[in-house]
C-alpha cells in the first residue's frame, strides 16, 4: 500500500473512532424541550400532561397538546402515584446501557491504539540497515 493512502485510511479511521465516541452514531432527533421538575408537576397537576415514560430518574412525556418534553426525578418517592391521581399514563423503562459492541470498544481501543502504534514504529525502524 502506498504511504499516501497509508497516512489518509489512518486519518479517515482515526476521525471515525473519534466520531463513534464522541457519539455520532446515537442518531439525530429533535430534543424534547427541557421542563424544571417544579413546572412539570405544576403541569401534571393542571391535567396537561398525557403520558411519561420514567428511565431511572430521567423522565420523558409528551403533553396532551402533542409537544414533548423531558426532566429530571430529583428523589420524589411519591410521584407515580400523583402521575396516577391526575390521570397521566406512565410507562418505565430500565436506564439505558451502553451495547455490546460499544463496551467492547470503549474497553479495547485503548490497548489496540497502542498495539497499533508500536508496530507501526517497529515496521517504521526495520530496513536498510546492513552493509
Known sequence: MNTRYRKLFMAI?????????????????TA???LEYSTFITEVQQGRVQEVLIRGQAISGLMKDGT????????DNGLVGDLL?????????APD??????????SW????????????FMR???GGGGA
Open 85 to 93: 391521581e391526575y390521570n397521566v399514563r406512565v410507562a418505565s423503562k
Open 109 to 120: 481501543m485503548p490497548m489496540l491504539l497502542l498495539i497499533g502504534v508500536w508496530i507501526w
Open 32 to 34: 424534547p424541550s427541557e
Open 124 to 126: 517504521r525502524n526495520t
Open 13 to 29: 479511521a482515526f476521525g471515525l473512532w473519534i466520531w463513534f465516541l464522541i457519539g455520532g452514531f446515537s442518531g439525530t432527533r
Open 97 to 106: 446501557q451502553p451495547g455490546l459492541l460499544m463496551q467492547i470498544l470503549v
Open 68 to 75: 414533548r418534553f423531558q426532566t429530571h426525578n430529583p428523589g
